[in-house]
């Protein structure tokens, strides 16, 4: 019965922390998964984090199950952070939001809602290149995917052409995945004029946006920055989908923070969606879980808690904007006839170096430095004392 089991593959990015946890050599560095790392690449817990939890401890809460949509002050807080408080959308009741198991689960359950109540056989169009688990995550609730372009490996930026006749050639009706913002893995994201065509394209085509918010803080340090396109392309009348994680900007990894959101264009439509929403929820995992959602509630439904987060999250993004100063720096001194602009153009948590998957086996094989075999090195991963050997790998691995 269970011996003609298949040996699943490990996950490309997961499946590089596990190598590395196994690797002896002294000299190892992690820039494989997304996590952040303070300046001794230890995992941070946020001071605001620690602060809202002894609230919490404090007032003595109980373990009742949640409501299968999450706790109210999280789900609140969460559409602000998005949208910012007060915002029309919010006002008005459209919007349906129902906390679930961080970005992925959130995803996760968009993609149940596409499956069940879009027209069958709609198409989610996702970029080329992306996060990895986005293809799985549709593939596993049967919605069809395919590629809109978007890295241009030339000029290392934006295939902006590309992509815009991608989505014009794209069914009217269809799902296009947008990455917020800090796009995953390139680092590269539009313009803010490409976000307005975008938008545009999406509203003349009829094309249902849907924002994956995995970095919101981590593109420029500032939160509300980072909601930019999400806020400009509901305040161009769109009805968008947007999943939201809690992973990264409070550093709550483990404990499955996020939300899945429908921004609709009435308040029958939000409420009905809901109830939808709910439905999904109850046989995939009943009801969402409770610490992390206390946490967020907490700081973004707090004034001087929430100041202090924007702190600690400009303290982050700012270590993570100085090692990739740092390490073009050390790239261009070591081998200067490369232009190695790339490493401060792209934002957010990691760099796409261009390096073959040829390449990153002789950085993990030669110099014990993980990565995934797509080119991509978190940043987060990398401290000022690292950065001359990491510099010096990349240039053996590239001439080689
Ligand atoms: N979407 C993107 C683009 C990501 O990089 C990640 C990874 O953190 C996620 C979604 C989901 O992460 P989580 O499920 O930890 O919130
Ligand atoms: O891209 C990353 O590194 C993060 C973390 O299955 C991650 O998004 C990676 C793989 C995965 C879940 C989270």
């Known amino acids: 019965r269970f011996a003609d089991v298949a040996q ?105 809602f596409i499956a069940r109540f879009l027209p069958k056989g709609t198409t989610v169009y996702i970029s080329n290149p992306t996060w990895g688990n986005h293809r799985n995550i549709f593939a596993d609730e049967n919605v069809e995917w395919k590629y809109y372009r978007y890295f241009d490996a030339d000029t290392v930026g934006l295939d902006f052409k590309g992509m815009v006749e991608d989505l014009k050639a794209a069914p009217a009706g ?40 995995a970095y919101q803080g981590f593109a420029t340090g500032d939160l509300d920055k980072d909601a930019f396109a999400p806020r400009l392309f509901v305040d161009k009348g769109l009805e968008v989908m947007v999943a939201q994680s ?51 509630a907490e700081i973004v439904n707090d004034q001087e808690l929430f100041t202090e987060w924007k702190a600690e999250m400009m ?13 073009q720096a050390a790239l261009e001194a070591k081998y200067p006839s490369k232009d190695w602009s790339f490493v401060t153009r792209q934002i957010g948590m990691f760099s796409f170096t261009g390096l073959t998957p040829a390449q990153v086996d002789n950085m993990t094989n030669k110099h014990a430095i993980y990565m995934t075999r797509d080119g991509r090195i978190s940043l987060a991963g990398l401290n000022s004392a690292k950065v001359d050997y990491l510099a010096e790998a990349m240039i053996d691995s590239v001439r080689n």
Request: charged letters at 25%; one cysteine or more; proline letters at 6%.
């Open 8 to 112: 699943a593959p490990p996950d490309p990015i997961l499946g590089v922390s596990e190598a590395f946890k196994r690797c002896t050599d002294p000299k190892k560095l992690n820039l494989g998964v997304g996590a952040y790392r303070d300046e001794n690449l230890k995992p941070m817990v946020l001071d605001v984090v620690r602060k809202a939890e002894a609230k919490i401890f404090a007032a003595n809460k109980d373990h009742e199950y949640l409501p299968i949509e999450g706790l109210d002050t999280f789900r609140k807080a969460t559409i602000d952070l998005l949208l910012g408080a007060g915002h029309p959308a919010i006002k008005d009741d459209r919007v349906a939001v129902i906390q679930s198991l961080s970005g992925t689960g959130s995803l996760r359950v968009g993609a149940a």
């Open 246 to 296: 809690y992973s990264k900007n409070l550093g709550l990894y483990g404990e499955r923070v996020g939300a899945m959101s429908i921004v609709t264009s009435d308040k029958d439509a939000a409420t009905r969606c809901l109830s939808q929403l709910k439905r999904l929820a109850r046989p995939l995992y009943s009801n969402p879980p409770t610490h992390g959602a206390r946490i967020a």
């Open 315 to 327: 303290g982050m993004a700012g270590r993570i904007a100085r090692v990739r100063g740092e390490l």
């Open 174 to 213: 269809s799902v296009v995945l947008l990455h917020g913002c800090a796009h995953n893995p390139t680092g590269v994201d539009p313009t803010a004029d490409q976000w307005a065509a975008i938008a545009d394209l999406c509203k003349e085509r009829n094309l249902l946006p849907f924002f994956d918010v």
